[in-house]
């Protein structure tokens, strides 16, 4: 069965400084997908960056990078120069090549601070 | 704003009641999904419909169902609610349904539902 596991519960970032939100996952089908969501205070979830197991390079969106390490089975998020308005929770999830739900991590709590 | 829409935005109600969520996915996706999230279980996966047809089920308890109509949007129905039953409940839809890794989910605002 697949998993997610997303081992900080919580992370304190500088402003401007930039950060990593780790994420491990665990999974025998050979293609699989992985994505990162946002969830702000308000409560909804906002797309950010998605890997494919089989992408060549690490996926880029803006500020947001991810760092994909097929080997180690992990897919961890960079998010550069933080700002005030990247406190929320962030979760990893994956979906299976022919499956349809995603799998979420418990989620990572990032405050931002001045 | 993601393009999925999702209502009511707060439900508060009793135990043993019954409500409807409702879900219109963004333009031209033909795939719906519904997740729970609660404190305790996380977000999970509930069900999916695709063009109509129920696709893939997950943990959904009996006392839940769903359906899509012709026009594409969804609805959710909780029955015989039970405190634990409170939680926030997304609606989320895609282009297609067939399963393909890569195909993003976008998610509405949610409904948060309180049972007392």
């Known amino acids: 069965a697949q998993k997610i596991t997303q081992t900080q519960p919580g992370m304190f970032v500088q402003e401007k400084e930039a950060v990593t939100l780790d994420c491990t996952y665990d999974t025998s089908d050979p293609s699989y997908g992985l994505f990162w969501y946002k969830q702000p205070s308000s409560g909804e979830m906002i797309f950010l960056i998605y890997q494919g197991s089989y992408d060549q390079q690490n996926a880029t969106e803006g500020r947001y990078s991810l760092n994909f390490q097929k080997a180690r089975k992990s897919a961890n998020l960079v998010i550069s120069a933080s700002q005030l308005g990247d406190s929320a929770m962030y979760f990893c999830a994956m979906r299976e090549r022919g499956g349809n739900k995603l799998t979420f991590g418990t989620g990572t709590q990032l405050k931002v601070e001045l | 704003d993601s393009g999925v829409t999702q209502t009511p935005k707060h439900l508060i109600t009793a135990t043993g009641q019954r409500v409807t969520l409702r879900c219109s996915p963004r333009s031209g996706d033909l795939s719906v999904y519904w997740y729970q999230q609660s404190l305790d279980q996380g977000l999970q996966f509930l069900i999916q419909?695709?063009?109509?047809?129920?696709?893939a089920k997950g943990n959904i308890l009996e006392r839940f169902s769903a359906q899509q109509f012709p026009d594409l949007h969804s609805e959710l129905n909780l029955s015989s609610l039970e405190l634990g039953d409170s939680a926030l409940y997304f609606c989320?839809?895609?282009?297609?349904?067939?399963?393909?890794?890569?195909?993003?989910?976008?998610f509405g605002p949610g409904t948060r539902l309180l049972v007392l």
């Open positions: 989320a839809s895609s282009v297609g349904g067939r399963g393909t890794q890569k195909e993003t989910q976008y």
């Open positions: 419909y695709y063009n109509g047809e129920e696709r």
